[in-house]
């Protein structure tokens, strides 16, 4: 278990990350509780690891050839990469983090790396949000229209049944978490041998919902509330269009950032409302996290094999 620590480590971190893009607009407009919020998504994320989590590990697994040594290395650098931008109160991304240290633990190895398997998943940092944002487009305006036909008393329904949908698409987000991001934590593991992908989606799933649980608070305003103005209503899109955006990607075997596709998600709807509803600042700081967090998880990992060694 010791060899699995930076796995530990970084599911910790990616579950305190990622809370804020399960329940976040939904909590942020007071529409839920934040302690039932928190427990559902640990629940599901679980839920997602072991049920749906294997097809992606050899995704992340394949882009290096791994070591338990090197396996190690890399968690433990993406790992302390995403807790740093955490506690800047910057939004990482566990699929920037891990391939970042992957690169980063590769190239000061000397071994090889699979460059199409990177060119694939850098690719869906840039899939996933915009994906996001024209399915709420899409979904903002199917949301206005069916207001506009139905009138004022519509809206009164849907205030009545819209804690149960938020719910549902969080709980939905949450699952879909679970199983586009055990890859990310143990991925590295099953391709070093050192776990099977039953164990592997296991630690995943726990390590994810302890993070979530114990330290997820702390990132649940920064998009769910400072990027776009939400109403319910509004947070129910973006929670949808996350959950349908990582889903789709995870079905594929292809790991995405449910950061960048919340992100997406709340843009679309800041679009489709004007984009003078758009906070430039919190914007600024939401790219900064992302581009800085590859970066600093590739250095991380590069110094970690000079230091600890290569073997």
């Not at 939004?91 to 690169?103: D, L, N, T």
């Amino acid at each position: 278990m010791g060899a699995l620590l930076g796995a530990l480590l970084l599911g910790c971190a990616l579950g305190a990350n990622d809370a804020a893009n399960l329940f976040g607009p939904a909590v942020a407009t007071r529409a839920l509780p934040y302690r039932w919020s928190a427990l559902t998504a640990a629940a599901c994320v679980l839920a997602g690891a072991c049920l749906g989590g294997a097809p992606a590990l050899d995704a992340v697994g394949g882009l290096g050839a791994q070591t338990p040594h090197s396996a190690c290395l890399v968690t433990l650098s993406a790992a302390l990469a995403m807790s740093a931008l955490l506690a800047a109160r910057l939004p990482a991304s566990s699929s920037q983090a891990v391939v970042g240290a992957i690169v980063g633990v590769g190239l000061s190895r000397g071994s090889g790396l699979q460059g199409q398997g990177i060119v694939r998943l850098v690719a869906g940092w840039i899939a996933a949000p915009l994906g996001a944002a024209l399915v709420a487009l899409a979904l903002h305006a199917a949301l206005a229209t069916l207001l506009r036909r139905r009138g004022r008393g519509s809206l009164v329904a849907l205030d009545r049944s819209v804690s149960l949908a938020l719910f549902a698409a969080g709980a939905w987000g949450a699952f879909a978490l679970g199983a586009n991001n055990a890859a990310n934590v143990t991925g590295v593991f099953v391709a070093s041998g050192l776990v099977g992908p039953r164990a592997a989606v296991l630690v995943a799933g726990s390590s994810i919902a302890i993070g979530i649980l114990g330290f997820g608070r702390r990132m649940l305003e920064l998009v769910g509330r400072d990027l776009v103005r939400l109403d319910p209503p509004a947070a129910l899109v973006a929670m949808l269009s996350q959950a349908i955006a990582v889903h789709a990607f995870a079905a594929r075997g292809m790991p995405v950032s449910s950061s960048q596709a919340l992100t997406g998600g709340v843009l679309g709807i800041g679009l489709a409302k004007g984009v003078r509803t758009i906070d430039g600042r919190t914007l600024l700081q939401v790219l900064s996290g992302w581009i800085a967090t590859p970066l600093a998880a590739g250095l991380l990992g590069w110094l970690a094999v000079q230091v600890l060694g290569p073997a």
